[in-house]
């Protein structure tokens, strides 16, 4: 059974450092073809993909948020770290962590939709 | 960056209708997209994935169709629980970055 959550501060002051842990069960984030997203959520907006760290170390970040995002990963505890910089209260929102199951190919891996989510948590950013 | 145009924003339906999501992307994107439902209060969950294929355990009244930029999602029958908002995303993967619709909110009459 699959299961993600995700943990860190409720509310954190502008310009401070957001660090959100996901601590994921039933999959290894060793095994080829696997990774974690984070995905965030604006109270009443759509969905944002922020990040994504691979199952061989590879990183990928969102165009927009590159220069503010760090994403990491402990395979012995089964945990995906991301921080981001110099938050604002723009960046009040549901933050969610998210499985991506590749598809291997001949061509390489298909990495295109999440099929685990966490139930996401809530970051308020204000003074 | 690939854009995402997803309509309508909001929908109305009587249970047992047949319901239509439509979603357009910038530039061909193949069959590299998907179809999250989010009830609320929760975390988005994939109903389909790379253009029509149904995921494990969603019920069959559940569709997909299309490829390039313009994609369907089809509900063939309204049921109470199907009560959400749709979301499509969309993959690239040079360099990867996931796009999602601005989703459309779905009420029963």
Do not use: H
């Not at chain 1, 509310?11 to 965030?40: A, E, Y």
């Not at chain 1, 604002?88 to 998210?98: K, Q």
């Not at chain 1, 590749?102 to 685990?116: C, I, N, P, R």
């Amino acid at each position: 059974q699959v299961t993600l959550r995700e943990s860190g501060p409720a509310l954190v002051k502008p310009t401070q450092t957001l660090t959100l842990t996901c601590t994921f069960s039933g999959f290894s984030l060793s095994t080829s073809g696997m990774c974690v997203s984070w995905i965030r959520q604006p109270p009443g907006k759509a969905l944002e993909w922020l990040a994504r760290i691979d199952w061989d170390d590879d990183k990928y970040y969102s165009t927009s948020l590159k220069t503010r995002l760090t994403i990491s990963k402990d395979t012995s505890k089964n945990q995906v770290v991301l921080t981001m910089t110099n938050m604002d209260p723009v960046d009040t929102a549901t933050y969610y962590c998210a499985r991506i199951r590749g598809q291997a190919y001949s061509s390489g891996w298909y990495l295109g939709y999440f099929d685990y989510w966490g139930q996401g948590t809530l970051v308020t950013v204000s003074s | 960056d690939i854009q995402m145009t997803q309509s309508p924003s909001s929908l109305s339906a009587s249970v047992g209708d047949r319901v239509t999501i439509t979603c357009q992307a910038s530039q061909d994107i193949s069959n590299y997209l998907n179809w999250y439902q989010q009830k609320p209060g929760k975390a988005p969950k994939l109903l389909i994935y790379d253009a029509s294929n149904l995921e494990t355990g969603v019920p069959s009244r559940f569709s997909g169709s299309g490829s390039g930029t313009d994609f369907t999602f089809t509900i063939s029958s309204l049921q109470p629980e199907d009560i959400a908002t749709y979301y499509c995303q969309q993959y690239d993967n040079l360099p990867p970055e996931y796009t999602f619709g601005q989703g459309t909110k779905l009420e029963i009459k």
